[in-house]
């Protein structure tokens, strides 16, 4: 097996992803709740299934996945390694809504390199990196994506299942335009292919949540950072406190150029 990985690998894995989700059609089975309160299903453990099993048998980069995670299963990391979230948006998945998604990153030195986000309900696939111009997939067509520069006012998009106290207090005191609500990591995309402007996430959310929509977002011209300002970074931290593979608050924006507006970036926030 080779330590590398081809970019093409891991488009074919959320491919696998999408297919083992459908596969099990439109009536969620297995329905279980983790320690968290999050729920998992037979599709969630079917579709990481599917991505470990094809990734690992072409190349031995550490996989972090994540009901591999929730089952205790923390491989070390070194420079290069995978972030997997094959079902993100389980409640929508489950509510039959169809913004939930299938998500594999590529991690290098901290910054998310390459992401491809799979949408089972529609059959579009998302994918860019840092070598890779920002694609969709979509009705046979492959269309570019670029993040569109914001007017006086900003379109935020927000969680719909998962929208903390802080996040509203966040966008009250932002200059508004529309806001919409939607599941899972399809945030990143709606950035990417023009359609909002800021997406603020001040709750907690793991690193395979966000990696694969936030390589895309990056490849279309956008940013996701911290509270501060910095670029969001992937991996551990080997802090005593550290929340392991947990990710800080964060802003995601469609033009990096956002981040200046007044109220956008909290300087010393948390």
Avoid at 2 to 24: C, Q
Avoid at 75 to 88: A, E, K, Q, W
Avoid at 144 to 159: C, E, I, K, T, Y
Avoid at 160 to 172: C, G, P, Q, V
């Amino acid at each position: 097996m080779i330590s590398s990985v081809d970019t093409a690998l891991l488009v074919a894995a959320v491919r696998a992803g999408m297919a083992a989700i459908v596969a099990r059609g439109a009536d969620p089975k297995g329905v279980d709740y983790k320690d968290d309160a999050s729920p998992v299903t037979d599709a969630d453990r079917a579709a990481e299934h599917a991505i470990t099993g094809l990734i690992e048998a072409a190349c031995s980069v550490p996989i972090v996945a994540e009901e591999r995670f929730a089952a205790g299963e923390i491989p070390s990391v070194g420079r290069n390694f995978l972030l997997v979230d094959p079902l993100d948006g389980t409640r929508s998945y489950i509510a039959g809504k169809p913004d939930y998604t299938v998500n594999v990153a590529l991690i290098e030195d901290g910054m998310p390199v390459f992401g491809c986000v799979g949408v089972p309900a529609t059959g579009e696939i998302y994918y860019g990196g840092r070598d890779r111009p920002a694609m969709v997939e979509r009705d046979g067509a492959m269309l570019p994506l670029r993040g569109r520069q914001p007017g006086r006012r900003l379109d935020v998009v927000a969680s719909r299942d998962h929208l903390s106290e802080a996040t509203r207090h966040y966008i009250a005191g932002l200059d508004l335009g529309e806001r919409r609500s939607v599941g899972s990591s399809l945030k990143f995309c709606l950035l990417a292919e023009g359609g909002a402007d800021l997406y603020p996430c001040l709750g907690r959310t793991m690193q395979w949540d966000t990696a694969a929509g936030d390589a895309v977002l990056r490849a279309a011209g956008g940013l996701t950072a911290t509270l501060d300002g910095a670029p969001l970074r992937y991996g551990r931290t080997g802090l005593p406190d550290e929340d392991i593979f947990a990710n800080p608050h964060f802003i995601a924006v469609a033009d990096p150029g956002v981040l200046e507006r007044p109220g956008v970036v909290r300087r010393g926030g948390s």
